[in-house]
């Protein structure tokens, strides 16, 4: 079922994905025009990568705005195919996997990819922020983990069988219908809670990667991060249509 929320963030997300894959092959020219003569110098790559990771602020300042009207509408995404909202986490990409794609890149030598040319520093840096990330993931799947029990605490089973009196009794109308808006209001909060901590996981993940990256290494990393996504994206159509169809 389409919501207000749902159908707003809907026509943003078709936007931004599209101006995303338009990043995308920016940064797959500047990627090349180095390697292959070092056109860009490197505030030109900074500036790029600076717009980029400007766009990805700019999802989450429109996700947080639109959360905070209904935040369910993320944790049960129209926008998102089967396949997408599978691999989701928390209403979003899971930090660790920023973590394996570096180390996927480095191992199979992707060609032309910086990335496989981290010195032994960065590789140190980057397991420090791993694990680091991790804890932190941990953190975030435990709120959610209380905000789940608390469906089932005191206060909510009161509230569950005085609506249950109430509706033997057919006395419905004299409910307070107050007593059940603001135990839902308290549960939303406690989502909106869940979903941005992990969204702040996930910004403090790019930026701490980023900031262990030279300019050309940043380019590379977020035209992986963002081709992942965009990739993922179209494997979920394509199989969505070839599911109709069948």
């Given at each position: 079922m389409k919501g207000r929320v749902g159908e707003r963030f809907s026509e943003f997300f078709e936007k931004w994905?599209?101006?995303?894959?338009?990043?995308?092959?920016?940064?797959?020219?500047?990627?090349?025009?180095?390697?292959?003569?070092?056109?860009?110098?490197?505030?030109?790559?900074?500036?790029?990568?600076?717009?980029?990771?400007?766009?990805?602020?700019?999802?989450?300042?429109?996700?947080?705005?639109?959360?905070?009207?209904?935040?369910l509408a993320f944790?049960?995404?129209?926008?998102?195919?089967?396949?997408?909202?599978?691999y989701s986490w928390f209403?979003?990409?899971k930090p660790s996997t920023i973590f394996k794609l570096i180390h996927s890149t480095g191992i199979n030598r992707v060609p032309g990819s910086s990335l496989a040319e981290l010195t032994q520093e960065q590789l140190r840096k980057i397991e420090e922020l791993r694990v680091k990330i991790r804890l932190e993931e941990e953190k975030v799947e435990r709120e959610m983990e209380r905000q789940q029990v608390a469906v089932a605490d005191r206060k909510m089973?009161?509230?569950?069988?005085?609506t249950g009196r109430v509706r033997d009794s057919e006395t419905v109308d004299q409910f307070d219908g107050r007593l059940v808006e603001v135990a839902l209001k308290g549960l939303m909060a406690g989502l909106e809670k869940v979903m941005k901590a992990a969204d702040?996981?996930?910004?403090?993940?790019?930026?701490?990667?980023?900031?262990?990256?030279t300019p050309l290494q940043c380019v590379n990393f977020l035209a992986a991060?963002?081709?992942?996504?965009?990739?993922i994206r179209q494997w979920g159509k394509r199989r969505d249509s070839i599911s109709r169809k069948e």
């Open positions: 994905i599209c101006q995303l894959d338009e990043y995308l092959q920016l940064l797959l020219k500047a990627s090349e025009q180095r390697v292959i003569n070092t056109v860009c110098d490197e505030r030109e790559l900074q500036t790029l990568v600076s717009k980029v990771t400007q766009h990805y602020k700019d999802y989450f300042t429109i996700k947080w705005c639109l959360a905070h009207e209904d935040v944790f049960c995404p129209i926008w998102g195919s089967p396949l997408e909202n599978a209403t979003g990409w089973f009161e509230l569950v069988r005085s702040c996981v996930r910004l403090r993940t790019l930026k701490g990667v980023l900031d262990v990256l991060t963002s081709m992942l996504q965009i990739q």
